[in-house]
């Protein structure tokens, strides 16, 4: 893994070794410790000597400081207030981290409050330290890069305790699809045969909002099998796989042959499913029935360029949603929601509800407030207009997408159409798309980080 530091004010670039700490000043000699009053200094017996980092070399001191006994804090090279806080908590060794399930398995609390770092030094492939209850433990030099802390705490929680900003945050990184003969596509053979595939048509769902995937056989096996392939299908009051026509089975617009506007489903859901599969099997003795879809996110983009006060409104006003169609059920969210949402650690807008269908009246607002979001709901209406994608589905081509970031619709229709499909839930979905992308040691590897880098499998939510 290659890292950076900024040196002398020079951006530098290496390629770390096993001994990672060791080239950034440390020599393999006995470490000294000095404890004044909560303050833990690392020198080194000896003067070590200058390493190079590229052409240039990087002099100073390597030293570690705590301000509790429990907490050893090692300042990183690179300029600005970040450094690595190491509890005992933390270890990674297999005593502490479970080595077949990941999981935590010592007991937190059964920790003295007073344990002390008693030594540390250097491994082949980590960082050792003797704590003073007799635990050795162990950091790992490819988990210690990405577990780098602010030293001024959580920079987004700040952040909030300050004044509102003008204007919330944009969306997340995403690709916009600007008609739909550049549609997305992919080979059914390739997704069902190669994970390289898969990885691609995962990732392709996740930058450009959809993607269709050609030569699905005609058959529910078979589009339930495309699905599975990707994670097990979520179950909701609708069921699982779905195979239907528009017979009102269900009480819901969907399941007639009447126009749907642009939407996303499960708004009244407390975690929305994230993605959706159409599979058109057939549509026989009739007309109509074209496929609607909007990009959101780039909609919501363009409505924070024209008018950020806007954009704000809707991500601002959380709402009442909920699916009443069925007798047996009034389903809500466990707490009302915006249309637009932001997410807390990435402090980007990451997730979208829109669905006029399924909005209950709001009564904890005034009507100032009301006649505001009203406003600011009418103008991003006309902007998911503006950019709408219409396109006929057909046998053997389904249509996959991201419910959180697409809106979809359809035309209204005549005869008998016949589709398939079903939802994946979100956790199910991105965490598939994660270790195909980056592997399962670097997503482990990362588990805390919540650092907006495309090197960090947590930017991708």
Known sequence: MAYSFEVEGVEQTYQATPLFYQQLGMSSSKIILEEEANYLKISQES???????????????????WSRPDILKIPRVRRGNKEVTLQLENCQCPKCIHPDTKQRASDTFAIPLKV???SVEHKETGLEISWSDNHTGFYPYEWLHPHTQNKHGDRLEQNRLKPARDTAPGPRTFNPVPASDQSPRISYD???S????LSVWLQLIWTRGFCFVDGVPT???ATKGLIERIAFIRHTHYGGFWDFTADLTFKDTAYTNEFLGAHTDNTYFTDPARLQLFHLLSHTDGSGGENLLVDGFAAAAQLRSENPTHYDELARHRHPWHASGNDDSCIQPSAQAPVFSIHPDLDKMYQI????????????WSAEEQLAWYRAARHYNEILQSREMWQKLEPGSALIFDNWRMLH????????????GGYINNDDYISRLRMLKYGRECVLNNLGNVRNVSSNPYSIV
Not at 55 to 63: N, P
């Open 190 to 192: 390739e997704v069902m």
């Open 47 to 65: 003067p070590a000597p200058k390493p190079q980092l590229t052409t240039r070399e990087w002099k100073g001191r390597y030293e570690a400081a």
């Open 116 to 118: 002390k770092a008693n």
């Open 194 to 197: 190669d994970d390289k595939r």
């Open 353 to 364: 509800r829109w669905n006029d269908y399924d909005r209950a009246p709001k009564v904890n």
């Open 219 to 221: 058959t529910p096996e």
């Open 409 to 420: 619709g359809r035309s209204q229709f005549t005869g008998k159409r016949r589709m398939c």
